[in-house]
């Protein structure tokens, strides 16, 4: 069936660093992905996304590239903010997620 | 804009006890989904519904039911709770027509003692 791996946490990081969060995902077909964003003691809100191969999806300075040869969707910043400290979740089409990877940013 | 609005927020519950967490999108999503997120683990989906009328298990449904009786309100019932049942639930709704990306609610912080 279809999955999603990515890397664990957590992640942690001074202000100002470079971020990469990988994910690799199983599927059939070409699924949508997306980048889900839970920030402490708050739901999940919808990071960024990508609908087909190539596309970038984009949003808060984050951005991700769905890579159909390496089937991947890393997300990077590069520039973190303590602000951005929060678990992320790669997920794609029919709403099957990653585990998270919890990101620390310390100023 | 309610988006996906859950009931309790919190609740603490004793073994054996049943409740009720309540869940209602006001978007017209014909998909909705049950979550349960434990401490430091990702989301296992525990129901989903495709439209009123229509549901189905998830991958860890045991202890739970549901119903969709509208297209506005998915309750999700525990009917005798257990510690394993300790847990955070989230609601989420999705209208894939309209785009595949789900709307998820605030979350119901449950304990079982």
């Known amino acids: 069936g279809d999955s999603v791996t990515q890397m664990e946490g957590p992640v942690t990081l001074s202000e100002e660093a470079f971020l990469t969060i990988n994910c690799t995902y199983t599927?059939?077909?070409?699924?949508?992905l997306f980048w889900y964003v839970q920030y402490p003691g708050e739901g999940l809100q919808l990071l960024l996304k990508?609908?087909?191969?190539?596309d970038k999806g984009s949003n808060k300075g984050f951005e991700a590239t769905y890579r159909k040869e390496t089937t991947s969707f890393h997300l990077e910043k590069g520039s973190v903010q303590v602000s951005d400290s929060a678990v992320y979740f790669c997920?794609?089409?029919?709403?099957?997620f990653g585990t998270g990877t919890r990101l620390q940013v310390f100023p | 804009n309610a988006g996906v609005t859950q009931t309790p927020k919190f609740r603490i519950l004793k073994i054996g006890q049943s409740m009720t967490l309540q869940c209602t999108q006001d978007?017209?999503?014909?998909?909705m989904y049950w979550y349960r997120q434990d401490p430091g683990m990702g989301l296992k989906l525990i129901y989903y519904s495709v439209g009123a009328g229509i549901t189905d298990k998830g991958e860890v449904p045991n202890g739970y039911n549901v119903s969709r009786s509208t297209t506005e309100d998915f309750p999700l019932r525990l009917e005798l709770a257990a510690p394993s049942q300790t847990s955070v639930y989230f609601c989420a709704s999705s209208r894939p027509g309209q785009g595949p990306e789900a709307f998820f609610g605030q979350g119901t912080r449950l304990t079982v003692v």
């Open positions: 599927a059939t077909g070409y699924p949508s």
């Open positions: 997920v794609c089409d029919k709403l099957i």
């Open positions: 990508a609908t087909k191969a190539d």
């Open positions: 978007m017209n999503h014909n998909y």
